[in-house]
């Protein structure tokens, strides 16, 4: 595979599962007996703050407690080594692919290492709780929530991802059920766009008929494993 050619890899809850963070489906999707789908909304979040913000709150220490695994560390290999175009779009709120080393992230449900003013829009890098209404360190409001794309709202910087998704050669899903759009819908763009497509999952996701190719097994082993292979036809 020639050095040139341009990569779109989209990672999901799975591939941070073996750094113990809890994915939505394993973690049979509740919180505090809400369906996830009900606690990550807009709607929510006026109703009950107090929920919705403790929830973030725990999974903000959570990130902090995790280190990045092998298939983070192989990702941040691919992005030093590879000569072609590579972005990485994550549906994570981690910084782990960040923390092995990666650069071309983009995080399009948000970060759960950000705090974003409601009321004068700034953002904020925040590793400490939220539910406690802390002043926004721009305009002093107490108006600080999640730096989160919550169901409903708009995902972040998608002019940005469907114009690479356009460009791609290769588009690789890894870890991710393929259940929420738009980005269960990334396989079908690309390959419209002419990109080969393989998907690294632990089980089948809703759209394994969609790629050409998909292995499953963790992803500590089947990422590493197809990063060598890349960078080996490269050479
Ligand atoms: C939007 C942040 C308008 C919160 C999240 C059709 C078109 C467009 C929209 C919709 C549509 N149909 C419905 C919608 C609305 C909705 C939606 O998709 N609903 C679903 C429930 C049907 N979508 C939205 O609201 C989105 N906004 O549409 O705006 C628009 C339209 C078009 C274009 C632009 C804009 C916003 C969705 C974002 C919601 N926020 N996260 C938070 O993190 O707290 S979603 C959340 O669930 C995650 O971020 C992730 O994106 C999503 C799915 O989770 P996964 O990452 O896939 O994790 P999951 O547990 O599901 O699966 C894990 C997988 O890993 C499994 O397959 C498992 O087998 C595997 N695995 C486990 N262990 C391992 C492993 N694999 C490898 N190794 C292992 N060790």
């Known amino acids: 595979m020639a050095a040139h050619r341009n990569i779109v890899i989209l990672t999901g809850a799975g591939i941070s599962a073996e750094s113990g963070l809890r994915t939505f489906r394993a973690a049979d999707g509740l919180w505090e007996d809400h369906r996830v789908e009900d606690v990550a909304t807009p709607q929510a979040f006026r109703r009950d703050p107090d929920l919705v913000q403790r929830f973030y709150d725990v999974r903000r220490a959570n990130i902090l407690a995790a280190q990045p695994n092998p298939a983070h560390d192989a990702l941040a290999r691919l992005d030093r080594e590879w000569r072609g175009e590579l972005l990485i779009v994550t549906q994570n709120i981690d910084d782990l692919h960040e923390r092995a080393g990666a650069r071309r992230v983009l995080h399009m449900h948000g970060e759960g ?13 925040w590793t400490g709780i939220l539910r406690d209404e802390p002043p926004c360190p721009a305009c002093g409001a107490a108006a600080l929530r999640p730096d989160i794309v919550w169901f409903g709202e708009m995902p972040y910087r998608m002019d940005e991802t469907f114009a690479a998704l356009a460009r791609a050669d290769v588009f690789v899903s890894i870890g991710t059920s393929g259940a ?12 419209s766009h002419g990109a080969a497509t393989l998907e690294l999952n632990l089980e089948r996701s809703q759209g394994s008929r969609w790629f050409d190719e998909t292995r499953l097994g963790p ?11 890349l960078l080996q036809r490269e050479d």
């Open 180 to 191: 929420v759009y738009p980005a269960a819908g990334f396989v079908q763009e690309a390959t």
């Open 113 to 125: 290492l950000s705090a974003w003013c409601t009321a004068c829009d700034a953002r904020h890098p």
């Open 219 to 229: 992803a500590s082993e089947l990422v590493p494993e197809w990063v060598e292979e």
